[in-house]
């Protein structure tokens, strides 16, 4: 399998798993591409020709402009742009709209660590007015709204979320979804409290412990692997 395969086969993987997760259709799962100079994206959404098969890919570069492909083409498409041009450390880029992290947002309601899970994104993840990709200055003031975070809620819309792989990006976004559940259940019986930042920092230090005794080997992703086999031998799992 070469490279461009099994990155292709990590984006399908990913949007198995987020249309289960989001129970939902809407949005893309993108990576940069191997050579570094643009990205492959794949829609969420079967495709409109019905003779094109689900896991086709786009490629585009970072001005927007398609090299490749046969899939209508995404109408968000300056969220990724912006992002892989101002976030070199960025691998991958989804946008969905899960739509419970949506609702806490309508309702005034920001999403903050209360597990371990959502530590990931610090003091709370960044919400914006509503935007829309098909504009060169909305992908631009999304990008500069999310700051250094994991991921931006978008009110009235969705989410924006990124990772350094197209794995982290995923479950970026299943914790992100996760935790905007678990803020409502919370609220539904009493106070959802945040996790201290003593606990966030002590957290930091034994996870940044764990990526020194790894080494340059890469991080193993269980949850990853858990759903990767799963959708490999056609089943599914509870979600929350």
Known sequence: ???ADELKD???TAVQILRWELADMWGHVS???PGGDSFI?????????????DDEILEYDFDGKKISGRRDPPAEIFFFTSLYRKRPDTGAVIHCHPPV???LIAAGKKIVPIHQH??????GVPVTSWLYGTYHEDGERATKAMGKSFALMMKGHGANVIGS????ACLNTVHLERTAKMHLWAQSIGKASPIPHAVVKKYEQV???RVVARGSRPPRSPEWNFYERLIKRGERWNTW
């Not at 959502?118 to 003091?123: D, L, P, T, V, Y």
């Not at 792989?165 to 982290?168: A, K, L, V």
């Open 118 to 123: 959502s530590i990931k994104f610090g003091k």
């Open 41 to 53: 994206i794949m829609p969420m959404r079967p495709p409109f020709d019905p003779n094109l098969p």
């Open 10 to 12: 990590r984006l399908a």
């Open 165 to 168: 792989t197209i794995q982290e």
């Open 207 to 209: 996870e940044a412990k």
């Open 1 to 3: 399998m070469t490279d």
């Open 101 to 103: 992290a949506v609702s």
């Open 31 to 33: 990576c940069r591409a």
